[in-house]
Structures are given as C-alpha cells and as structure tokens.
T-cell receptor, first 114, second 115 residues
Framework: AQTVTQSQPEMSVQEAETVTLSCTYD???????LFWYKQPPSRQMILVIR??????QNATENRFSVNFQKAAKSFSLKISDSQLGDAAMYFC???????????FGTGTSLTVIP | DSGVTQTPKHLITATGQRVTLRCSPR?????VYWYQQSLDQGLQFLIQ???????AKGNILERFSAQQFPDLHSELNLSSLELGDSALYFC??????????????FGPGTRLTVL
C-alpha cells in the first residue's frame, strides 16, 4: 500500500529566508504523481506544485520548487524568499498513474516569522 | 477560488441524525472526490465518482454514502452520526481525462460538528 510520510509536524522560517519541507513515500509503482498542497487558516486546499515521476527535471513554480529523488522516494518542497502569506499547513500527496485516489501525508505546519 | 463549491459551509447536528453535504465540481470536470479531515488526522479519501458512476472507494463507513447526479454535482450522505464524525469534509474535482495526470481541485470544505 502507498504511504506518504511527513516527518516534520511543525517548521518555522524567517521572512525572506528559505525553508525546505520533507516528504517521503512508499510505493512499488514506477509511474506516479506527487503533489504539494497548501492549507491556510481558511482551510481551503490549494495546489502548490506537481511533479510527474517520469520527469527527471524538478518542478518549479515561482518561489516554490521541489527536490524529487525517485530512487530515495523523497519529494521535498523548497520555499524561497518566504512570505507571511506562506504560513499554512502543507500536505504532500501521492497518486498512482492508474489509481484514482490520493494518499496524503499528515501535514507540516509552517510558521513564517516577521 | 478553485471553482469547486460546497454547501453548507458549516453544519451542526446531533448524534444519530442524518445530513447531506453537497458539492458542485468545476465546470467541465467529470470526477468528484470526497475526503474527510479530522482534527488530528490528515485527509482521508472516502470515495470517487466519475460521470455518475462510482469509480473508487477508500475508507468510507457503511453509514456514509454518496452519489453523483446527471448534472455532475455530488452529495455525500452521512447517517447515524457519531461524535467522531465531526470533521471537515472536502470535495475535489478533476477533469479525468484518463491520462492519470489529473490534478484535483478542492472546494472550501464543509465543517460538520456532531453534538
């Protein structure tokens, strides 16, 4: 069964600094998709970034980038130039190419210190 | 705004009661997913519908059921409610092009409180 692990329940970062959130997953599949979702206090789930496992190049979306290590089954999120609005719960999620459900980690609560 | 709408935003009810949560997917999306997020847990996948048919089932209790209507909106029915059913219930939609690349877009959630 697929599992997603986020080992950092809480993280903090100074405004304008860089922070990396960790995520590991367990799967026997070779083709799959990985996601980071952000859940601010409003509780809305917002897609941050997506990575296809068949792509070697790490995905980037503005200040957000990932470090995807397929062999290590690791998928970390780097937030550069952190802003106060980045404060939220961040969830890592996994989805197989053929399956229809997402598997979510338990989340990392990010605090941004002014 | 993801384009996915959920009603109601908040629902307070008593144990043993039955409630219905409603979800309207993004325009053009054929798939609807339901998730439960309890206070101390991550998101748990409940069930998925694609174009009116059940496609995948997760950790959904027998007291819970869902359906997707011809206009593609979906309803999640929760019956014989227990205190432990108090949670945030999310609906998500995706185009389901069949390529497996679909990204799910989440609604704002319905906060259910069972007293």
């Amino acid at each position: 069964a697929q599992t997603v692990t986020q080992s950092q329940p809480e993280m903090s970062v100074q405004e304008a600094e860089t922070v990396t959130l960790s995520c590991t997953y367990d799967t026997s599949e070779s083709d799959y998709y990985l996601f980071w979702y952000k859940q601010p206090p409003s509780r809305q789930m917002i897609l941050v970034i997506r990575q296809e496992a068949y792509k070697q190049q790490n995905a980037t979306e503005n200040r957000f980038s990932v470090n995807f290590q397929k062999a290590a089954k690791s998928f970390s999120l780097k937030i550069s130039d952190s802003q106060l609005g980045d404060a939220a719960m961040y969830f890592c999620a996994y989805r197989t190419n053929t399956g229809n459900q997402f598997y979510f980690g338990t989340g990392t609560s990010l605090t941004v210190i002014p | 705004d993801s384009g996915v709408t959920q009603t109601p935003k908040h629902l307070i009810t008593a144990t043993g009661q039955r409630v219905t949560l409603r979800c309207s997917p993004r325009s053009g999306d054929l798939s609807v997913y339901w998730y439960q997020q309890s206070l101390d847990q991550g998101l748990q996948f409940l069930i998925q519908y694609y174009n009116g048919e059940e496609r995948a089932k997760g950790n959904i209790l027998e007291r819970f059921s869902a359906q997707q209507f011809p206009d593609l909106h979906s309803e999640l029915n929760l019956s014989s409610l227990e205190l432990g059913d108090s949670a945030l219930y999310f609906c998500a939609s995706s185009p389901q092009t069949g390529s497996g690349t679909d990204t799910q877009y989440f609604g704002p959630g319905t906060r259910l409180t069972v007293l």
